[in-house]
């Protein structure tokens, strides 16, 4: 039974910075119509347009409802196209659902009726540059921690680096990677650029979605296999999804240590799992899985954000379980 919007959801109250605004180009404003003071608003992540025309935006805190903002299903579903259109990709009766990247750390998926029963949903995902420090994660019992982490990066461990949506993997892996030895050369390889790391020599390389002919698509695997042309001291990837798993593992294992990747996982005990899973769609066995990645990853760690934006990390490492199944051992 559906809840009474005043009781249900949370109301947005973001008095914008306009003294912080202005970042974004005149184009995507444009293009971003009612919704660009909030993408622009330098606290909010996600914003998000339902199909009943009802705005929301998430400053952190959760996906607060904007009061006075509504758009009837014409402008919702010409808005979705709009901004799909802007990103190279169509979104029609044909192609209902689509995915860009808009630039200027901003992605946008949007899905049309009949899909969407409602009418157009619209969610866009707003990364905010900035290089992370290892001091500004909020990370508990950070004074004891922060050697250690460093150590590692040092020392050329190869990490995974796993969490929940929104627990603050990628910022991590940034943070890291900028104790990486200043001679060294970076490659970094994402699905959406978001990494910014404090390096004086960094190579970002993102992946690119197929043109409205369904050609040109420039996969997160091929850019892995084309950045070991590329001379990489460390590798790492932003996020493994998919088949790019398997490229990695044999990068990892012939000679490129010291990268870093994160996979998405709610709880450490998900990771086995989720690394299974994603082994299948990089056609690897179970058997095939676990000796690679106990052998290419030299070190688990695992983010949890607490209510009160803390982030905790657990660690551990990759080892074979009495039954030959991937499994974690933490640290005593």
């Not at 802007?86 to 750390?105: C, F, I």
């Not at 460093?150 to 104790?179: D, E, F, H, N, P």
Request: aromatic fraction near 2%; charged fraction near 20%.
């Amino acid at each position: 039974m559906p809840h009474a919007q005043s009781q249900a959801e949370p109301q947005a109250s973001l008095p914008l910075w306009a003294h912080l605004h202005q970042s974004l180009p005149p184009h995507l404003r444009r293009n971003l119509g009612p919704l660009a003071e909030y993408v622009d608003d330098p606290r909010v992540t996600d914003v998000f347009v339902r199909g009943t025309g009802s705005v929301f935006v998430d400053a952190g805190e959760g996906a607060h409802h904007v009061t006075g903002l509504a758009l009837s299903p014409g402008e919702a579903t010409n808005l979705a196209r709009r901004l799909i259109e802007s990103g190279g990709r169509r979104l029609d009766e044909a192609q209902p659902l689509a995915d860009v990247n808009l630039g200027h750390g901003i992605r946008v998926h949007g899905v049309i009726p009949p899909i969407a029963r409602l009418g157009a949903e619209i969610s866009l995902r707003i990364h905010r540059r900035g290089q992370a420090s290892l001091d500004t994660l909020a990370l508990r019992d950070g004074a004891a921690l922060m050697p250690q982490l460093i150590s590692l990066v040092q020392a050329r461990q190869s990490l995974l680096i796993t969490g929940a949506t929104g627990s603050g993997k990628t910022t991590l892996v940034g943070a890291l990677m900028a104790y990486a030895g200043a001679t060294e050369r970076l490659v970094v390889l994402e699905d959406l650029a978001e990494l910014s790391i404090d390096h004086p020599h960094v190579v970002s390389l993102e992946c690119r979605v197929a043109n409205l002919e369904g050609a040109g698509e420039i996969t997160l695997a091929r850019l892995v296999r084309e950045s070991l042309r590329m001379k990489p001291d460390r590798l790492i990837v932003g996020e493994c999804r998919g088949p790019e798993l398997a490229d990695l593992l044999q990068a990892f294992l012939t000679g490129h240590r010291g990268g870093a990747t994160t996979i998405h996982a709610g709880g450490i005990d998900e990771i086995p799992a989720r690394l299974d899973a994603l082994g299948a769609l990089a056609g690897l066995s179970e058997r095939q899985l676990s000796t690679q990645a106990i052998n290419a990853f030299d070190r688990v760690i695992h983010v949890e954000r607490s209510k009160d934006q803390q982030r905790h990390l657990t660690q551990g490492r990759l080892v074979r379980g009495l039954d030959g199944s991937l499994d974690v051992r933490l640290d005593s």
